[in-house]
């Protein structure tokens, strides 16, 4: 598993030709970004959780039929300062990182006083988030570092806090049909209390001629409190419509109190993570327009989620589809001790971890919510109640992305996982709750990436993009092509170089 997953990634900082086999369609002009870590030890010391690994960027760029691949190490402030010290000095996830051995008792003293608000890196490992024209390697925390999506070079870090009061933001942000941007996050120390926070960045905010941020035309569209005032909920994506925003508050929390005395007791910001079972989910409705939030809100029970899978409007109702689970050990199953037994030992063990269940949910939006009211299968009460239609148990989704619809949809793309290796592609049709799949001996594919063809119609019309690895070293790493309609392989371009494996990413057109 180690040369899968935490072996150290090496540069391909200039771009290599890809061997092709087959036909890369004549539309396809563009550039696949994807993100993800990629070095995981520095000197002597090493990392204890695969999040916390340096974020090494890589590309795919399709140009007349051609492929070139490349890849380059995020120049982080993080990356920059544990590279000049030739250790970890910078506390990630999972691992933290003290003083100097050599520092006086004052020093050290000084050290954990300013750590008791917590500075968090800037190694933007998750995804790759475009606000305007700018294109940001991105995480959870209040940094993003700006980068060429061409070169791959890094051009400098931004601070969400310096155009909006954010603490917190995720890396799953949202575009509408006119290439505004959507995103949320966490305001813990906010003047007017601690909220979620929803904001929207223009597509005209970019200005290259002065080379200022796009962020600076941040707009605010609203701000939710928190439930729970000491312990807001973590979340790691949202959900939108046409007309709406939904945004799960759910049971898995952040300890702010624990939080600021994390690192004098020595506790990782990973430990900070506390989920309660006995809590409810909250789903909260905003009308991305007017930042109005509905008065009327809904709960269940309790559960983990990181990635929303649609969502879309329906006869008065919003409809959003979830990957869950029943606790959060999905991120102890990443810590690195975990991952280095050998494939046997860590299937057994794996079996402790919580399974990902897809959960479709159905909240009413222009109806009477004064009549309680059961109408197949759906169950509507008073305000704080829950509206679960459909409940989907596809077990071995991993990961799952929709294709070219914007309101109801069929087909879904994702990684099949077994435990934690992933071994293969497939698209899942939620109507027929069937799936068709791609998969090689000895190959590893990343997430699938859609790309919708000129003038696509049905939602599938289009290629699914995947980053494939090996185990096999007779086996060159490849970017597969799909057809997404019909998941035959169309083409692959292999390139003889390191590639790893790797998190989120986007397709950027020519």
């Not at 999040?51 to 051609?66: R, V």
């Not at 409190?225 to 939904?246: A, K, Q, R, V």
Request: hydrophobic residues 40%.
């Amino acid at each position: 598993m180690e040369a899968i997953f935490y072996r150290n990634g090496k540069e391909t900082p200039e771009p290599v030709k890809a061997e092709l086999s087959g036909t890369i369609p004549s539309w396809l002009q563009g550039t696949l970004l994807r993100n993800g870590p990629g070095l995981f030890s520095i000197g002597e010391s090493s990392y204890n959780h695969w999040f916390d690994g340096m974020a090494l960027i890589h590309s795919f760029t399709f140009k007349d039929g051609e492929v070139y691949y490349r890849s380059k190490f995020l120049r982080s402030g993080t990356y920059k300062k544990n590279t000049a010290a030739n250790r970890i000095v910078v506390t990630e996830f999972g691992t933290l990182a003290y003083p100097e051995p050599s520092k006086n008792i004052f020093s050290k003293a000084f050290t954990y006083l300013i750590n008791t608000i917590p500075d968090f890196t800037d190694n933007n490992i998750i995804n790759i988030i475009r606000y305007g024209e700018d294109y940001y390697a991105s995480s959870e925390i209040n940094y993003i570092n700006q980068i060429n999506p061409s070169s791959l070079d890094t051009i400098g870090r931004s601070n969400y806090r310096d155009y909006i009061a954010l603490n917190l933001a995720t890396a799953h942000p949202h575009y509408d049909d006119e290439g505004n941007t959507y995103n949320m996050g966490t305001a813990i120390m906010a003047l007017t209390g601690p909220k979620y926070v929803i904001f929207r960045v223009p597509s005209i905010a970019s200005d290259k001629e002065n080379k200022r941020p796009a962020l600076r035309k941040v707009e605010h569209i609203c701000s939710i409190p928190f439930h729970s005032t000491l312990y807001p909920s973590y979340f790691h994506s949202f959900g939108m419509t046409e007309n709406y925003i939904i945004f799960v508050e759910q049971a898995l929390k952040l300890d702010i109190i624990r939080l600021t005395t994390a690192y004098i007791k020595g506790v990782s910001w990973g430990k900070c993570l506390k989920y309660d079972k006995d809590d409810i989910t909250l789903f909260h409705v905003i009308n991305r327009r007017t930042g109005k939030v509905a008065g009327t809100k809904f709960y269940t029970d309790a559960f983990v989620m990181f990635h929303h899978i649609n969502a879309y409007e329906e006869d008065g109702h919003v409809v959003f589809d979830l990957i869950t689970y029943e606790d959060n050990s999905l991120y102890d199953m990443f810590y690195l001790k975990n991952m280095r037994q050998d494939a046997e030992t860590f299937d057994k063990s794996s079996k402790v971890f919580s399974l990902p269940v897809c959960q479709r949910f159905v909240i009413p939006i222009d109806v009477d919510l004064k009549v309680s009211d059961c109408k197949g299968g759906v169950f509507i009460f008073s305000s704080l109640s829950a509206t679960l239609l459909l409940f989907l148990h596809w077990g071995f989704v991993c990961l799952a992305f929709v294709g070219n619809k914007k309101l109801n949809f069929q087909k879904v793309y994702t990684l099949i996982s077994h435990i934690l290796v992933l071994k293969q592609i497939a698209k899942v049709d939620t109507i027929t709750r069937t799936h068709i799949e791609w998969m090689e001996d000895e190959c590893y594919p990343s997430e699938p990436v859609f790309v919708a063809s000129p003038g696509a119609v049905d939602e599938d019309d289009g290629v699914i993009l995947s980053s494939v690895i090996s185990l096999n070293p007779k086996k060159t790493p490849f970017l597969l092509v799909l057809d997404a309609k019909t998941f035959k392989e169309i083409a692959r371009a292999s390139v003889n170089t390191t590639v790893h494996m790797d998190l989120h990413g986007l397709f950027i057109h020519q």
